[in-house]
């Protein structure tokens, strides 16, 4: 077990992540690059389709370079909004959402 697996980064999600939003996420969630990362969704109270586009690709980016990236603690209005999208929550959550 490496180290950044035994200590993963935390990056806490904000309450809104809708356009304005969406630089900082990528910026935010570009830092940890190269580390084992929890995102913790518990405050989200609306998630907006170019959020989701960014956190998607850093699932696949990070699955891309064999490391893992966890949701945790997703908020209702997370999970609702993830199913408006057509992501099935439970996939995304459980780790066995397709990344392409």
Do not use: C
């Not at 170019?50 to 064999?66: N, P, R, V």
């Not at 993830?82 to 959550?93: N, R, T, W």
Request: aromatic residues 4%.
């Amino acid at each position: 077990m490496t180290a950044s697996e035994a200590n993963p980064r935390t990056l806490v999600l904000p309450e809104i992540l809708d356009i304005k939003a969406a630089i900082s996420l990528a910026e935010n969630i570009l830092a940890l690059r190269g580390a084992e990362i929890v995102i913790d969704a518990s405050q989200v109270e609306r998630l907006g389709g170019q959020s989701l586009q960014i956190l998607l690709s850093a699932l696949a980016t990070w699955h891309a370079d064999g490391m893992t990236l966890d949701f945790v603690r997703p908020s209702t209005p997370f999970l609702e909004s993830l199913a408006l999208f057509g992501i099935d929550p439970e996939a995304l959550l459980n780790g066995t959402y397709a990344v392409h």
